[in-house]
């Protein structure tokens, strides 16, 4: 079996003297999509936004596609190609869809084996997201949330990653939106992307996911398949209803 192309070892994370994040480990494979569940304040951006080095404060260890990254700055993380999609979208509200595209572009890259990633164009981003294709030149302030999300997940695939972080793509989104996005991120998978995915709505995990991770009071208390989550009611009730 070949290295995972994610792996989270013992990972510890504070702010300032709270700690958030308790002997957590996990692991994304290649061309995998990963569900990181549990309800709001479980710990789920926090892993995302240490794993992308944005904690100050964390412990244990992070390799990505063969890289020791714990402990780097977020812009060499990013540059290796693992790419961050935040719950709170940060678009340039001023620019048009194509500058925010713009501002996302990385060169194209190779994973550790020397086998080529997918390359994103402008023209195969907007193809893919055809409500963006319909505006290039709107500014992103003027866009509803749901195309806000659109074009945040756009923006990261400009940087080509060979892996990316998905903060809550379904919350607070349209269901057509919801759906679009469900299948974008079928569509990545089959390119070959590997997707690290925090999500609450088990619908919308059981659609895109392989394998489940679910996160309580920042540690881990199941993890298996997605299909198994699915049908272990119990499980969902203790940790992921409101």
């Known amino acids: 079996m070949s290295a995972p192309m994610l792996s989270v070892e013992n990972f510890g994370a504070s702010y300032g003297a709270a700690q958030i994040l308790y002997d957590l480990s996990l692991q994304v494979g290649r061309g995998e999509v990963v569900a990181l569940m549990g309800r709001n304040g479980a710990g789920k951006t926090t892993t995302m936004k240490a794993i992308m080095g944005l904690m100050a404060q964390s412990t244990g260890k992070i390799r990505f596609d063969g890289h020791d990254i714990s402990g780097k700055q977020p812009y060499e993380i990013a540059r290796l190609g693992l790419g961050f999609t935040p719950e709170d979208r940060r678009i340039f509200s001023d620019l048009t869809v194509l500058e925010n595209l713009d501002i996302g572009r990385q060169p194209p890259r190779k994973f550790s084996d020397g086998v080529p990633a997918p390359v994103w164009t402008e023209e195969k981003l907007l193809a893919l997201f055809p409500n963006l294709g319909e ?15 659109m074009l945040t997940v756009a923006r990261t695939l400009m940087g080509n990653p ?81």
């Open 135 to 149: 505006m290039p030149n709107r500014p992103g302030g003027r866009m509803s949330g749901g195309e806000q999300q």
């Open 162 to 242: 060979l892996l990316m972080l998905l903060d809550e793509p379904s919350e607070g989104v349209a269901p057509l939106i919801v759906e679009l996005m469900a299948n974008t991120i079928l569509e990545l998978k089959k390119a070959g992307v590997s997707i690290l995915l925090s999500e609450q709505n088990v619908h919308f995990a059981e659609l895109v996911s392989d394998r489940a991770y679910v996160l309580e009071k920042g540690q881990i208390q199941w993890n298996g398949t997605m299909a198994e989550l699915a049908e272990n009611i119990d499980i969902q009730r203790a940790y992921l209803t409101v």
